[in-house]
């Protein structure tokens, strides 16, 4: 059985949704004291090509419930992206994290060493369960949470690096 798939994959995953979910009060701590509206953050983005906050949130979940459905026979819930509020956003981390705890370890067994094709945009390449962890699902998980982050940041909400590394004890 590989542990390692589960160990390098689901902790780090719980725990960076739990920062994306603080982020998500400290967004709405701010819209509040501001007097701003919640639309200005939720949509924010850093480039218009890039997505807005509530995108980014969107794909941290995303790639959250894919490593369920793409390493092991559980199917993942299905969550359209029609969140608009911050509660709603709270909604489906909170979905994406009930999910992620309630699968066993042991249905990671075979999950280092199955394969997954991934085929999007200009990106098509076949990966084992375990390189498919270290080469796209944390680099891309990563990339997610930080740019919500810097959307907000680049907003005026006051986040920095000990809140992108939350609690570390």
């Known amino acids: 059985m590989s542990n390692s798939t589960y160990a390098i994959s689901i902790p780090a995953l719980l725990r960076g949704l739990s920062i994306v979910s603080s982020l998500i009060d400290k967004a ?7 007097k701003i509206s919640p639309d200005v953050l939720i949509n924010a983005r850093l480039a218009p090509d890039m997505l807005p906050f509530s995108g980014q949130v969107q794909r941290v979940s995303d790639t959250s419930k894919g490593v369920i459905g793409r390493l092991t026979s559980i199917e993942p819930p299905k969550m359209p992206d029609e969140e608009k509020t911050f ?16 699968v066993d370890e042991s249905a990671f067994r075979d999950a280092s060493s199955k394969e997954v094709t991934l085929s999007f945009g200009k990106l098509k390449t076949t ?9 796209f ?10 740019t919500a982050q810097n959307i907000l940041r680049h907003n005026g909400v006051s986040v920095g690096k000990l809140d992108y590394l939350g609690p570390i004890a």
């Not at 509660?87 to 309630?102: I, N, Y």
């Not at 699902?137 to 930080?146: K, R, S």
């Open 28 to 34: 709405e701590a701010f819209s509040t004291e501001k």
């Open 87 to 102: 509660a709603e956003l709270q909604e489906r981390v909170a979905k994406t994290v009930d999910f992620l705890k309630s």
């Open 127 to 135: 990966l084992s369960g375990d390189d498919y962890i270290t080469k």
């Open 137 to 146: 699902v944390l680099p891309n998980f990563y990339f997610h949470v930080t």
